[in-house]
């Protein structure tokens, strides 16, 4: 099973960001996301497909729907400048990652 | 607060093992599956291995099986990885992971593992 993500997506300040994930049916499945920031340690932001852990902002969203999960960042700030990670919850896969340029 | 502490990190040399430790503080360790995550330089994460609660059940990447040996310590709240057949394609920052409601919530800062002669 595989899950496929863009390699990069870039943003402007204050707009919208999409990154998808892709995979068989994934919506039968619960999709979390990670960001990660260089030299640190993956942090979750997403979990159960649209969920969002204890101090993650608001502008972080996602949905789930056939074949494809989303994470949304509206109104992007410069710090959300990082790569992207999906994972399914019962298969242990991770996307390829996604950086995302904020410019 | 949480804590996940990786440490027994270092350079091996081909064919050489290496076990890596993961000391775990602010739950309740026991109640948890655990992960590890482990990730080359410059590269994404790639899932390694896991194991349930009680240590009953462990499941591994096809890459690793066989070589490596995921185990834990319920008492001392530690979870390990013994690596052993190691090769240059195992050089990579292993993360340890806590499994909560379906996605890893709580990662710590990596033991980075350097597979070179």
């Known amino acids: 099973y595989e899950l496929t993500q863009p390699p990069s997506v870039s943003v402007s300040p204050g707009q919208t960001a999409s990154i998808t994930c892709s995979g068989n049916n994934l919506s039968d499945r619960y999709a979390a996301w990670y960001q990660q920031k260089p030299g640190q340690s993956p942090i979750l932001i997403i979990y159960q497909d649209n969920k969002r852990p204890s101090g993650i902002p608001e502008r972080f969203s996602g949905s789930n729907s056939g074949n494809t999960a989303t994470l949304t960042i509206s109104g992007t700030q410069v710090i959300d400048e990082a790569d992207y990670y999906c994972?399914?919850?019962?298969?242990?896969?991770f996307g390829g990652g996604t950086r995302l340029t904020v410019l | 607060e949480v804590q996940l502490v990786e440490s027994g990190g270092g350079l091996v040399q081909p064919g050489g093992s290496l076990r890596i430790s993961c000391a775990a503080s602010g739950f309740t360790f026991r109640n948890h599956w655990m992960h590890w995550v482990r990730q080359a330089p410059g590269k994404g994460l790639v899932w390694v291995s896991q194991v349930n609660s009680d240590q009953s059940s462990s499941k591994y990447a096809d890459s690793v099986k066989g070589r490596f040996t995921i185990s834990r310590d319920n008492v001392k709240n530690t979870l390990f990885l013994q690596m052993n057949s190691l090769t240059v394609e195992d050089t990579a920052r292993y993360f340890c992971?806590?499994?909560?409601?379906?996605?890893?919530?709580?990662w710590g800062q990596g033991a980075l593992v350097t597979v070179s002669s």
């Open positions: 992971a806590r499994f909560h409601m379906g996605a890893l919530d709580y």
């Open positions: 994972q399914a919850w019962d298969i242990s896969v």
